[in-house]
């Protein structure tokens, strides 16, 4: 499970840099205007169409499913037709919907951007239309990165979402040249191509080769569509919440629907690098594990899993909230993105932090329930948050603007977690929460120093470098952020924490594997 993280993470963290770069050069360019506002919102349709027909059909079933095939006894054919049948199904269904979806645009512009005017919403209207064509290559593309994760094959499946950003910024840098804003989406579906091609050349030298079938009666495809009802819904209502979201900011002052997307965006850089890496990684464990009803190993996994990623978040959370404004300023800090806008994104993405955590506990305890074969109990908790989500970002966006919406994202994820782990521990019993609140404390502390230290360490750096350049944000950022993180970890060793030691020798087991030597001859040919 670390390994395969590690995996992840690393590539993850490479993604997000890039995601960053991306931020900052589309953010120098056009500013926190009306342009990059009618961009963020042209996704929210595409989004919404690709989240409900291909995450909902596919995170909660296809690894199960395919698994079990592909790991049973003369059953790895079967693993590929029923890969083959599903992309089939799942292509002609991309398409049919992002017809409809491309004939009524100007009517879903006006829905979800009431707040633009004619011109903006016109704008968004022709950014949808070209931007189905990048989710239908994403539909392609999440199929075969299935493949790969249920193959626990993680490099390429990792290295996807980088050319994917690559190609938006080929988008922002040239295409607009070219095309003017619009350029922008087509920088989108650029991306998405490469990120199907790199995924598309992993399932190839996986063994998958592509069949014109299409069965949509037979025993797999009926308990995918029966798995995939609840779990379409659950995605729906979260599409539907953070769409809701935007609409809410495009009522606010100008600049919030881009303050709030690039806090997002910025606030995920976290979460997607530890929490969606070891979801991603545990998984496949998961399910073989439940497959077999081996719970004993099950808990394990899921409490290795789990103090693992808060390992990692609780420091990530001090960190981004006393860095953040020089965390904004590094990433967005450029061009017509003024210190107003800087300030307002630092101030939103400090409330997104409060979440980190649940939101990194959240993808790994849905993939339990989707491991069970159950995507009904986390529809019911995404209901019942996302309710939550829409009643607090009414009351407090009126109070605090822009950053009520990050409020209301995090109240609404903490109690999203709470319904999800009480269920499980009604169907498992003790999740090992002795152990894992043993760590907690042991986090907590060395997370306290972690904070004094790099709070302490900000008015020292600025007197010596100063902030009026990039590098001397970054270097403040980097030192003060480093050395609070370096505290942590040594006030984990002094603490004796399993987690650090696990890891550190987890890392010391891949360098003696990767250092050792080889056998140039194997028993059969001696």
Not at 55 to 82: C, D, N, Q
Not at 347 to 356: K, R
Not at 407 to 428: D, E, G, K, T, Y
Request: one cysteine or more; a positive charge; aromatic letters at 12%.
């Amino acid at each position: 499970m670390v390994g395969a993280a590690s995996i992840v993470a690393l590539f993850s963290f490479l993604s997000r840099i890039v995601g960053l770069i991306r931020d900052r050069i589309l953010l120098g360019h056009f500013g926190a205007g009306s342009e990059l506002d009618a961009y963020y919102a042209a996704f929210k349709v595409p989004d919404l169409v690709f989240s409900l027909l291909v995450i909902g059909s596919l995170s909660a079933t296809f690894i199960p499913i395919f698994t079990g095939h592909y790991f049973g006894v003369m059953s790895r054919e079967k693993a590929w037709k029923f890969a083959s049948n599903t992309l089939n199904i799942l292509v002609i269904a991309m398409i049919a919907l992002s017809v409809i979806v491309a004939i009524f645009a100007r009517p879903f512009a006006a829905l979800i951007a009431p707040g633009f005017d004619g011109v903006q919403q016109t704008l968004v209207a022709d950014m949808t239309r070209i931007m189905l064509f990048a989710q239908i290559f994403l539909a392609i593309s999440v199929v075969f990165g299935s493949m790969l994760q249920s193959l626990k094959r993680f490099l390429l499946f990792s290295l996807a979402p980088i050319f994917y950003n690559v190609g938006i910024i080929i988008g922002g840098l040239w295409f607009t040249e070219v095309f003017g804003t619009i350029g922008l989406a087509w920088g989108v579906v650029l991306g998405a191509f490469l990120h199907m091609l790199v995924q598309l050349y992993g399932a190839l030298d996986a063994g998958y080769r592509w069949k014109p079938i299409l069965h949509v009666t037979d025993k797999d495809t009926k308990e995918m569509l029966r798995l995939t009802g609840p779990r379409m819904l659950g995605i729906a209502v979260n599409q539907i919440n953070f769409v809701v979201l935007t609409i809410i900011a495009t009522t606010l002052a100008v600049g919030s629907v881009t303050v709030f997307q690039i806090a997002y965006n910025i606030q995920f850089f976290a979460v997607g690098i530890i929490g969606v890496s070891y979801a991603i990684a545990v998984f496949p464990q998961f399910v073989e594990e439940i497959e077999r009803h081996d719970f004993t190993k099950f808990i394990s996994t899921f409490s290795h899993a789990v103090r693992h990623v808060l390992f990692f978040m609780i420091p990530l959370t001090i960190v981004f909230l006393v860095l953040r404004a020089q965390i904004v300023r590094v990433v967005a800090g450029a061009g017509d993105f003024d210190w107003a806008s800087t300030i307002r994104t630092a101030n939103t993405l400090a409330f997104f932090t409060f979440s980190f955590v649940t939101q990194s506990l959240s993808l790994i305890l849905a993939r339990v329930f989707f491991a069970f074969r159950d995507t009904t109990t986390p529809l019911i908790a995404g209901l019942v948050s996302a309710l939550l989500s829409l009643m607090s970002a009414l009351w407090l966006s009126g109070i605090f603007g822009v950053m009520g919406l990050a409020m209301a994202f995090s109240i609404a994820s903490i109690v999203h977690v709470v319904l999800l782990w009480f269920p499980l521990r009604q169907r498992i019993g003790s999740l090992d929460e002795l152990r894992i609140l043993k760590s907690i404390y042991i986090m907590i502390s060395a997370g306290l120093g972690c904070a004094v230290v790099t709070q302490f360490l900000k008015p020292i750096i600025v007197s010596v470098i100063p902030l009026d350049t990039f590098v001397g944000v970054l270097s403040q950022g980097l030192i003060a952020g480093g050395a609070g993180l370096m505290v942590y970890t040594l006030i984990c060793h002094l603490f004796r924490s399993e987690e650090l030691q696990e890891i550190i020798a987890g890392a010391k087991r891949r360098v003696l594997k990767s250092s050792s030597p080889k056998e140039t001859m194997t028993s059969e040919s001696i």
